[in-house]
């Protein structure tokens, strides 16, 4: 929202010592957020009034004058063009640097002096739209420059001076401005103004019109609690006074003619919306009703549209004229002709204009206040500035008709509260007189004994904006100023230190996984497509949908994390061959549903879920995946979770035939482990990379509560290692091989570990045979022992994989 | 044996200091010391050697293997230090080899950095479903039924559950805040506690907006909380996080959920205050809003409004990380492209 400065002052008095950025800071701070500033004279800079004391034909054109015009300090010459142009006329003289558009189109452009058709021409006699004053300084036919006749200044004024636009215009957020319905005009802003610097604001006085009486019909006072309405005669739509055109042009709205730029202008001071419809076109008794299924209206905007039962509109005798609080029809507007009006000054309900404007998508000047809910008593401000305006712009104008239905007159919202409990909330003990210095400022009427105050809450912020005593708090707090409060450092009860295994796991897996694994955390959306989750997953079944996606094939909600990450790889593969990826995320379950905080609330299935991948190069796939098992199996060590165990029991859809295994702790299923098969893997873009992914259900991991790997001693004597190459077939598996090792007869528990080196399959070692290389760790806790004793185990734990295994040494 | 052990001795030294190498010194070694070696030999005349001569002709061997023993290694040292001498060509300028280059995502990063901060404090951790029901996410926070962020334009409702109302009707959550009534119903007051997560907005996306964001919400509830107090925990999070002074304002604000309520704004770090395009020319940045739980809050979570008070803050985790990075554009953090996450190892 934009707010003249000038229109402001006329309601209040600024100190002379305020600078602009203290009053702009203070707004918003204090009230709402001022965005920025505009001083609207600087784009009339190098532009004087000037006086035009002879024309003289141009030497060299039959179009063109040299116009000897007076600017204060000097007569220049100007050549020019306009039409219109007489002497004695006062002109606006753009002199050199200033910024215009050459005839009102394009890009701003510095005047500078220059010849034309061989002549100097020392400045430019300006149109209104070379300078941005069209719409203030309407004209029709071509080369018609701006008459400033009417305007009593003396040659050399600056422009902006001239026309009264020494003005600044403050940018407001009107976010910031969503719960305050009464700083949507000029007046509530000066009003809070006043209050943050304890400034005299101008009361306004309301007026009773008499005239004979108006029958409007009310069918249902609590969506509009309040109308009046006033027939106005002996009108005409001539252009309004330049005050009123020049203000409601400066803040964005274009002058259309003397009645509506009224009500626009009525509209801007007080923040209530007004609607004159043409008294000639209205038939029969006016009323305020919701409209029947069926019933049309043409708008004022061209648009036809269908009404609903839940639509409040005015109507006369044949239907609908406007839509109650968004926009007036096309029936009733007010035409070039009109003279007789019928203006409307009411309060309409805000959820239903709301509910109104966005079913019909227009967002109008009216309905983006009503929706923020205006007070009835804000009526009696916007009649007697529209009686004023109208009767100073109007001097035939007859007052014919008259009417204020206000059946239900407002009953005053009171709160009671303590100055004790206002102490401690505030956290500071301000004094009584001041409090109720602030609240009286603001228009609240306030009366207090020893403790108690008594509000009585202004009308105009009584429409939900203050209602409870904490709102009171925060006049008191912004009005005495936010810093004016000096903070209590904050406590601790110290009981027991937090300790959430829980909710660590989270970190520590992602951490785990970044910093040991060596992977990096990517973010992903939680809204998938349907054809990603087919190729990958195989089936949609059990998966939320959006009833407003961000696109309409991202409609999905995931159950699995997988997809993207396998979008994730294919996007990578364009820039890099072998990485690491992780994300961790929420899954969705259309199933399970619980009700867990509340009765009345029935929650789905979620899980926390991780998953990680290896990419690199095909030929590498198996070894991509031992490293992905390794991540998985070393992963309980380092997150201090129960043991995990891995077997082959149910393949995932997007694994690969072989290459996969699921995860368990305990007998749940906590994950999978595998490489992405290949048919997906291409369906996905991914061609010419192994992709290991890895996925855990984070909620089935068991935390232990603490750190739970005890010691084992260090032998004092030395170890020995025995390297053993053997043949076997290749379906024997090192599962097979390390149980038959482990089985051995071992009195002494020499054997320590068993570590596998290698596996060899190719012609050396024959068709259907593999080599698999291991290493014995033997030692003892009690001797260093003899080369004899570490052949001996070695040579019994051949033995026993030749005879179970049918494993040979390869070295013999 | 004598002639013999000196010959030996008098070879073995010349051999030993004109090795250059250690190969050559292990070849020496092998002609001592090995299976054919000339000390090896002498040793296994020893069992021939009458009972007299015997011991002494063996310390005498001895000692000699000990001396040249000693030798070798001395000489093994200098060879060493000299072959050391051949990294004079090497070019120190190579890069280093680099750890793993892993990396937690920035805005993780950020939310840990957060997490150590108000765990410092005493603060605990919570998490609610991301998948919640209006009643959560609207009615117990004060939201008026006819509030707009309730409407699909702003919200994602979930298909098929989207025509009851409170707790039937299913969106992903579009603030976190909701989490903090689940917090208060299951815990005991007084509460100190953080809920950090993904939030969902439908809405068009650029440089500034995100429809899938990360918010970090802070609450504390006691008896006796100030608004003023407030300033001092906001303070000591930006403090900590950007590791300098950070100028802290709070200014008017409006949300449901809180009365009175505050915008927080920062002091721009870009142009420490004095005005730049990063902070609009205001000097301040909009970080986060917060206040006092509105009593329809507390009263939703089945706490006395008169008893209970305290201080919320919502801090717009995105944000906070594009400050810390000087980054433009809010949608870079869901793209998983490694040349830009690689960056925050």
């Known amino acids: 929202m934009k707010l003249s400065l000038s229109w402001i002052k006329d309601y209040i008095s600024l100190p002379d010592d305020l600078p602009l950025h203290q009053l702009a800071r203070d707004l918003t701070i204090s009230t709402v957020e001022v965005e920025g500033m505009t001083h609207l004279s600087s784009q009339f800079e190098h532009m004087v009034l000037g006086v035009v004391q002879e024309i003289q034909a141009h030497p060299n054109a039959d179009r063109l004058w040299l116009c000897l015009t007076d600017i204060g300090s000097e007569v220049i010459e100007i050549v020019c063009g306009g039409t219109n142009l007489r002497k004695g006329m006062k002109v606006a003289v753009a002199l050199p640097g200033a910024k215009l558009r050459w005839h009102g189109e394009g890009e701003l452009i510095e005047l500078t002096r220059a010849k034309v058709r061989g002549i100097v021409s020392n400045g430019m006699i300006c149109s209104s739209s070379e300078i941005g004053l069209f719409d203030l300084f309407p004209f029709t036919s071509e080369a018609t420059i701006m008459d400033l006749s009417d305007f009593d200044c003396t040659a050399g004024t600056s422009l902006a001076k001239t026309l009264d636009l020494e003005d600044i215009i403050l940018e407001i957020d009107n976010k910031s401005l969503t719960n305050r319905p009464d700083l949507w005009g000029h007046y509530g802003v000066a009003r809070e103004i006043a209050a943050i610097y304890s400034l005299k604001l101008l009361e306004l006085s309301a007026c009773k019109p008499v005239a004979p009486n108006l029958q409007v019909t009310l069918h249902d006072p609590s969506v509009s609690p309040r109308y009046i309405g006033l027939r106005l005669d002996g009108l005409s739509t001539a252009q309004a006074p330049y005050h009123i055109r020049s203000r409601i042009w400066r803040l964005g709205l274009r002058p259309l003619n003397g009645i509506v730029d009224i009500t626009n202008y009525v509209m801007l001071a007080t923040g209530q919306p007004t609607h004159a419809f043409d008294a000639d076109y209205l038939k029969g008794n006016t009323q305020v009703r919701f409209a029947s299924e069926g019933e049309r209206l043409l708008l004022l905007n061209g648009t036809d549209i269908d009404l609903t039962s839940t639509d409040l509109v005015i109507a006369d005798d044949e239907g609908p004229i406007a839509l109650a609080g968004v926009m007036g029809g096309k029936r009733d507007s007010i035409l070039p002709q009109t003279e007789r009006i019928f203006l409307e000054i009411a309060c309409f309900e805000a959820k239903g204009v709301r509910r109104t404007s966005s079913r019909v998508g227009l967002r109008t000047e009216a309905a983006t206040r009503y929706e923020k809910g205006i007070d009835p008593e804000r009526c009696d401000l916007a009649l007697t500035l529209a009686v004023e305006l109208f009767y100073g712009s109007y001097p035939d104008l007859t007052l014919a008709g008259f009417t204020d239905n206000y059946p239900l007159s407002q009953q005053d ?148 994390l997988i997809p993207s990450l396998c979008k994730a790889v294919a996007q990578n593969l364009h820039h890099s061959d072998s990485f690491r990826l992780f994300e961790s995320a929420k899954v969705f379950f259309d199933r399970d549903y619980q009700s867990v905080f509340d009765s009345r609330e029935f929650l789905p299935h979620q899980e926390n879920h991780v998953v990680a991948s290896l990419v690199g ?159 014995l760790v033997i030692g003892s806790f009690h001797k260093t022992l003899t080369s004899g004793e570490i052949e001996a185990f070695s040579n019994s734990v051949t033995r026993e994989l030749a005879k179970h295994l049918g494993a040979e040494l390869r070295s013999q | 044996m004598q002639d013999r052990l000196q010959e030996i001795q008098a070879q073995a030294e010349h051999q030993i200091a004109s090795a250059a190498t250690e190969a050559a010194l292990q070849d020496v070694k092998a002609s001592l010391f090995g299976k054919q070696g000339s000390l090896t030999a002498l040793m296994s005349l020893l069992p021939q050697m009458n009972s007299e001569q015997r011991p002494a002709a063996g310390r005498e061997i001895n000692a000699l293997k000990n001396h040249l023993n000693s030798l070798v290694e001395t000489r093994q040292e200098e060879v060493r230090m000299k072959a050391a001498e051949s990294f004079e060509e090497f070019d120190v300028t190579l890069p280093g080899i680099w750890p793993e280059d892993g990396s937690l995502h920035p805005i993780t990063q950020m939310c840990y950095d957060l997490n150590d901060i108000f765990r410092s404090m005493g603060f605990e951790l919570y998490a609610e479903p991301e998948i919640t029901s209006e009643l959560y996410a609207f009615d117990n926070l004060n939201f008026a039924f006819e509030h707009p962020a309730r409407e699909s334009m702003d919200t994602y409702w979930i298909a098929g559950h989207d025509s009851g109302t409170g707790g039937e009707r299913l969106c992903l959550r579009p603030h976190l805040t909701g989490a903090s009534v689940r917090y208060l119903q299951t815990h005991k007051p007084p509460f100190r506690f953080v809920y950090p997560g993904r939030a969902f907005r439908n809405e068009a996306t650029d440089a500034r907006h995100e429809r899938a964001f990360f918010q970090y919400e802070a609450l504390i509830v006691s008896e006796e909380f100030t608004f003023a107090s407030g300033k001092i925990m906001i303070k000591s999070i930006l403090d900590k996080v950007f590791g300098r002074d950070v100028p802290v304002r709070m200014r008017v604000g409006f949300f449901p959920f809180v009365e009175p309520g505050f915008e927080i704004d920062m002091g721009c770090l870009i142009c420490g205050g004095k005005g730049c395009s990063v902070c609009k020319q205001v000097g301040w940045i909009e970080i986060m809003p917060g206040g006092t739980p509105h009593p329809n809050v507390l009263r939703a979570a089945g706490l006395d409004p008169n008893q209970y008070t305290g201080f919320y803050v919502n801090i717009g985790l995105d944000r906070l990380v594009m400050m810390r990075y000087e980054l433009d554009d809010v949608r870079l953090f869901r793209n998983p492209d490694l040349r830009f996450l690689k960056q925050f190892c």
């Open chain 1, 617 to 775: 190069s095909l030929d590498q796939a198996g070894l991509l995946f031992r490293e992905g098992k390794g991540v998985v199996e070393a992963l309980p060590r380092y997150l201090h979770v129960e043991s995990l165990t891995m077997n082959q029991l149910q393949k995932p859809p997007w694994a690969d035939d072989f290459l996969w295994l699921n995860v368990f702790s305990g007998d749940e299923s906590v994950g999978n482990v595998g490489l992405l098969t290949r048919r997906v893997a291409l369906a996905c873009g991914i061609k010419n990379a192994a992709v290991v992914i890895m996925e855990l259900k984070l909620d089935s991991l068991k935390p232990l509560p603490s750190r739970s790997n005890p010691y084992t001693m260090i032998s004092e004597f030395p170890q020995s290692s025995s390297d053993l190459s053997l043949i076997v077939d290749r379906v024997v598996k090192w599962r097979e091989i390390t149980d038959v090792i482990y089985s051995v007869r071992d009195q002494a528990g020499l054997l320590r570990d068993v570590i596998f080196i290698e596996e060899y399959q190719g012609p050396q070692v024959g068709a259907g045979k593999k080599s698999i290389t291991l290493r």
């Open chain 1, 413 to 560: 919202k009171c709160l009671t509260l303590s100055f004790s409990w206002l102490t401690r909330r505030l956290g500071k003990e301000i004094p009584r007189e001041t409090i109720a210095a602030i609240l009286d400022r603001l228009g609240f009427k306030v009366s207090y004994d020893e403790d108690t105050v008594n509000l009585v809450i202004p009308s105009w912020r009584g429409t939900g904006d203050v209602s409870i005593p904490e709102d009171i708090i925060e006049e008191i707090a912004r009005i005495h100023g936010f810093d004016n409060f000096t903070p209590q450092p904050i406590s601790i009860i110290f009981e027991k230190p937090v300790n959430q295994r829980k909710m660590d796991l989270d970190r520590e897996i992602r951490e785990y996984l970044a910093f040991r694994c060596g992977m990096n955390e990517i973010y992903t959306y939680p809204w998938v497509s349907d054809s990603l989750i087919n190729t990958v997953i195989g089936t949609t079944e059990g998966m939320f949908s959006l009833i407003a996606p961000p696109s309409p094939e991202e409609r999905l909600l995931r159950s699995s």
